[in-house]
């Protein structure tokens, strides 16, 4: 028993962290237009061999599909780390704002990324930090063409998925941020959770003796998906996660939020940290196995011999 144990289960009672909200709005032009109420978190798919990814957002642009974009800046801009958003964690940075309801295009998140003064990279056992810059520069902010609808009324959530391993390439000993995001409505998303038998984490394969380096399941789309590296040829993962170790039962464990209802196929590999995400690389998968997320649902599981 190899890959095995996936439990898929609805998001609820999100980890939520306020970190102060929008001070200024630029004018929309629909007055007389229903309100409802929007609420944005982020969380993040980690990157190997780093220890903190902070990044500096400092407002949130929303287009509606009949009017013109509406900006909300921060009194003081957010520095949050991404790292510490794993799995089913998220941090709330646009609480139950009032927004004219309706159909929206898309949101762009203005980041600050100039340096280590503002968005920056640490690694592990490297006392050194390395700042985080934007190649096309971050005065176009970051944008998620995901629409979404806001009813009348009501509070809709949404979560913003900052996928660091699709999004951190390094150039020349520079960090580049090439973001890769993902906008998923919480009330239809699951998440699954599974463990990788320790074996599984040493051999031929795999990219050193220490199982915590490379060790990472990719997600892709479908049931008994064609499975490949972040950049590849043949398929493309929707999102990844990493893994830690259990002491209790002796194997890693992973968890993968924010994913909307649909059939899976989860893959794991050793060999995660040799992938380069703009590079086609021969990332090898020792095993892989599907999963079903139906909303709602309390517990499924699936088990895969090797």
């Given at each position: 028993m190899k890959l095995k144990l996936l439990t898929l289960s609805i998001l609820s009672s999100l980890a939520m962290v306020g970190c102060g909200g929008p001070a200024s709005e630029d004018a929309s032009g629909r007055s007389g237009v229903p309100s409802g109420a929007l609420t944005l978190s982020i969380t993040d798919a980690a990157v190997d061999n780093a220890e903190e990814v902070s990044v500096q957002f400092s407002a949130i642009e929303l287009k509606p599909a009949d009017g013109s974009s509406i900006t909300y800046t921060f009194d003081t801009p957010l520095n949050i780390n991404l790292l510490s958003l794993q799995g089913s964690l998220s941090e709330d940075f646009f609480n139950s704002i009032v927004i004219p309801s309706g159909v929206y295009n898309w949101v762009r998140l203005a980041v600050n990324a100039s340096g280590t003064s503002d968005s920056y990279i640490k690694f592990i056992n490297d006392n050194n930090i390395y700042g985080l810059t934007i190649p096309s520069g971050s005065q176009s902010g970051l944008k998620i063409s995901d629409g979404f609808i806001v009813a009348a009324g009501s509070e809709t959530a949404m979560t913003i998925d900052f996928d660091l391993r699709k999004s951190i390439v390094e150039v020349s000993g520079e960090y580049k941020l090439k973001p890769v995001l993902r906008l998923v409505n919480n009330d239809d998303a699951g998440s699954i959770t599974g463990s990788i038998d320790a074996t599984l984490t040493t051999g031929v394969d795999c990219s050193d003796d220490l199982p915590e380096t490379g060790n990472a399941v990719y997600v892709f789309a479908g049931a008994d998906a064609v499975?490949?590296?972040?950049?590849?040829?043949?398929?493309?993962?929707?999102?990844?996660?990493?893994?830690?170790f259990n002491t209790t039962t002796g194997m890693y464990d992973y968890e993968v939020g924010f994913l909307p209802q649909g059939s899976y196929t989860v893959a794991y590999t050793c060999m995660a940290d040799q992938d380069n995400p703009e590079v086609d690389d021969a990332i090898i998968f020792q095993s892989t196995t599907n999963a079903e997320i139906v909303v709602p649902v309390d517990f499924t599981g699936a088990d895969i011999n090797r």
């Open positions: 499975v490949d590296d972040i950049g590849g040829a043949l398929a493309e993962p929707i999102t990844t996660a990493l893994m830690t």
